[in-house]
């Protein structure tokens, strides 16, 4: 049955969209920046919680191209990140990934004049995420997928060096996906198994036909489009 919140959450999933949409115009055309907001105006609050969501992706097209983060983007990030703070997580398992989501989001904005207080106040790195050998891969792989905009030229930590360890886990965790037409977590983790590769790592899977099927078969969110576009980029090798 509908309740009150209904719309407001399909407001601020349509905003999501929306973003998702100008930043993969962005890859796409090699425009500077998103353009999100206009600098002089109020932001909406589901622009914000949409910005919010897309953390570290937002930056995509530049670190893509070698480029730093943007200045714009990432005033709106860090206005975003004010405006919503991380949520209440449901379990430990969560909160960690939050928490992981978040540090990259801190680590690009440092590189601006919006990464430090009062926009962005520094904190300590997570504690690493449980291993595959810990939790078992499916639910190592699940937890991965949540991560997918980790999987960016230039950041690097604990996270990524378990995605280097462990590419036969990756790869289970996205056939398992396309067997399970599970196609969103899927071109999540083809994204991991891209950026290893960028980074030199044999993998156990070829990566091309996922994402050709997941092209064909997808959700066709621009979500799920960015991150398609992104594991493309980085198996193109990134420029710059």
Not at 38 to 57: E, F, K, N, Q
């Amino acid at each position: 049955m509908p309740t009150a919140e209904t719309p407001l959450r399909d407001e601020f999933a349509a905003a999501v969209e929306r973003v998702a949409d100008r930043t993969l115009a962005v890859l796409r055309d090699g425009e500077g920046t998103a353009a999100l907001a206009d600098p002089d105006s109020i932001v909406p609050r589901p622009l914000l919680a949409a910005v919010r969501v897309l953390g570290a992706d937002l930056f995509a097209p530049q670190l893509l191209t070698g480029a730093e983060p943007d200045g714009t983007g990432a005033a709106l990030l860090a206005e975003a990140r004010a405006a919503f703070p991380a949520p209440a997580p449901s379990s430990a398992e969560a909160a960690l990934v939050v928490s992981w989501q978040d540090w990259a989001a801190r680590r690009l904005l440092a590189r601006t004049p919006y990464g430090s207080a009062p926009y962005e106040p520094a904190g300590p790195a997570p504690e690493p995420l449980p291993g595959p050998q810990a939790v078992g891969w499916q639910a190592w792989s699940k937890r991965m997928a949540q991560l997918s905009a980790l999987a960016l030229p230039t950041l690097d930590g604990p996270v990524h060096e378990a995605a280097r360890a462990n590419t036969l886990d990756l790869a289970r965790g996205a056939v398992r996906c396309m067997l399970r037409r599970d196609p969103t977590t899927a071109v999540r983790l083809a994204r991991w198994l891209a950026w290893a590769r960028a980074d030199g790592r044999p993998l156990r899977l070829e990566i091309e036909p996922v994402l050709d099927r997941i092209r064909l078969a997808g959700d066709g969110t621009a979500r799920s489009l960015l991150e398609l576009t992104i594991a493309q980029r980085l198996l193109n090798g990134v420029t710059g």
